[in-house]
C-alpha cells in the first residue's frame, strides 16, 4: 500500500531556510504525480507546489520564487527546499501523490496523503 512519510520539519527564525523530504513506497514512485501542501490551524489546506513524472513543476503564487519542489525518482524521494521563511508559512506541510491526473487537477487535492511535519516559523 502507499506510503509517504514526512521528515525534515522544525521551528526556524524568520528570513531562513528549511528542506523537507518525503520517503515514498508502495507504488510505482517514478511514474506519479507528486506534491506538497500545508495546513495551518484554523485555515484551509493549501496547495503549495506539485511535480509531474515528467518533472514539470508548478507553484502557488504564496511561494513561488521562494520554495522548490524536487524529486529523486530512483531513491523514492520528494523534496521540498524553502527559502526566506515567514511566519505565515508555520503550518503543517503534507506530502501527497497522486497519477499524473493529480497534476492535471492540480491544487485540487491528491489521493495519498503522509502524516505530516511541523514546520514552525518565528
Known amino acids: 500500500h502507499v506510503q509517504l512519510v514526512e521528515s525534515g520539519g522544525g521551528s526556524v527564525q524568520t528570513g531562513r531556510s528549511l528542506g523537507l523530504s518525503c520517503a515514498a513506497s508502495?507504488?510505482?514512485?517514478?511514474?506519479?504525480?507528486m506534491g506538497w501542501f500545508r495546513q495551518a490551524p484554523g485555515k484551509e489546506r493549501e496547495a503549495l507546489a506539485s511535480?509531474?513524472?515528467?518533472?514539470?513543476?508548478r507553484y502557488a503564487d504564496s511561494v513561488k520564487d521562494r520554495f522548490t519542489i524536487s524529486r529523486d525518482n530512483g531513491n523514492y524521494r520528494l523534496f521540498l527546499q524553502m527559502t526566506s521563511l515567514r511566519p505565515e508559512d508555520t503550518a503543517m506541510y503534507y506530502c501527497?501523490?497522486?497519477?499524473?491526473?493529480?497534476?492535471?487537477?492540480?491544487?485540487?487535492?491528491?489521493?495519498?496523503w503522509g502524516q505530516g511535519t511541523q514546520v514552525t516559523v518565528s
Open positions: 511535480i509531474g513524472s515528467d518533472g514539470v513543476t
Open positions: 501527497a501523490a497522486d497519477s499524473d491526473l493529480g497534476c492535471m487537477n492540480w491544487p485540487a487535492p491528491f489521493a495519498y
Open positions: 508502495g507504488y510505482m514512485f517514478g511514474r506519479s504525480c
